[in-house]
């Protein structure tokens, strides 16, 4: 009975596993010089589009599990602990939002390089959500996940692969982001906490007038 209950949430897993390996490399500059030996320098225009239709159509089957293979309910939260989730998603919702609309949705989503107007300089975003976070998107995703007012094994597994998703990929993110703005971005990780919001030290910033 045990194993019958261990194999929707190793399934999930495992294709959450396969995914981020995917989303991975297809982010890697590797990836993205093949394709440009590939089909030439037109590749940066549309590679970034291109690189989101493919994750989202990807991910579509990970999704589809814990429907299709849901192992065993854990919690199906009721009244008023489900109107407390429910807010929280709401308010995960809002952030992102907000994340998107500072760093610019068309970049986020490869409009604008699609358009050819990436041509302007880079600029590190440490201003409204990102006082708090460093990676704010982030944030907002898992706060959105793990207010889930329903948990089946299935689902507890494709959270803790995405979790782990997304804090692998923000270390991967930051080495980019030492690479492009150096000592700035340094001082800005020792300043920022990474994806947990501490008011403690926050405080401490705005003390020293940072």
């Known amino acids: 009975m045990g194993s019958v209950i261990a194999i929707p949430f190793i399934g999930t897993l495992a294709a959450m596993a396969a995914y981020g ?47 299709l293979w849901p192992g065993r309910l854990l919690y199906n939260l009721q009244p008023p602990w489900l109107w407390l989730t429910l807010g929280l998603q709401v308010l ?23 358009a050819g107007q990436n041509d302007q300089p880079s600029r590190l975003v440490v201003s409204g959500l990102y006082r708090y976070v460093r ?16 948990m089946t094994t299935s689902l507890l597994a494709l959270n803790i692969g995405l979790t782990l998703y997304l804090y692998i990929g923000s ?7 030492v690479a492009e703005f150096g000592a700035a971005y340094r001082h800005y990780q020792q300043r920022v906490p990474r994806l947990t919001p501490l008011p403690g030290r926050q405080a401490q910033r705005e003390q020293h007038g940072a």
């Open 21 to 67: 390996a995917l989303h991975s490399w297809l982010a890697s500059p590797a990836a993205k010089q093949g394709a440009r030996r590939r089909f030439g320098p037109a590749t940066d225009r549309w590679y970034r589009l291109a690189f989101n239709v493919v994750g989202g159509l990807t991910f579509l089957p990970v999704l589809v599990l814990p429907l």
């Open 171 to 177: 270390i991967f993110e930051e080495r980019k982001l």
């Open 92 to 114: 995960a919702v809002v952030l992102l939002l907000i994340g998107l609309m500072q760093t610019g949705p068309a970049g986020f989503l490869g409009l604008s390089q699609l």
């Open 135 to 150: 990676h704010p998107l982030y944030t907002a995703g898992l706060l959105f996940i793990w207010a889930l007012p329903r």
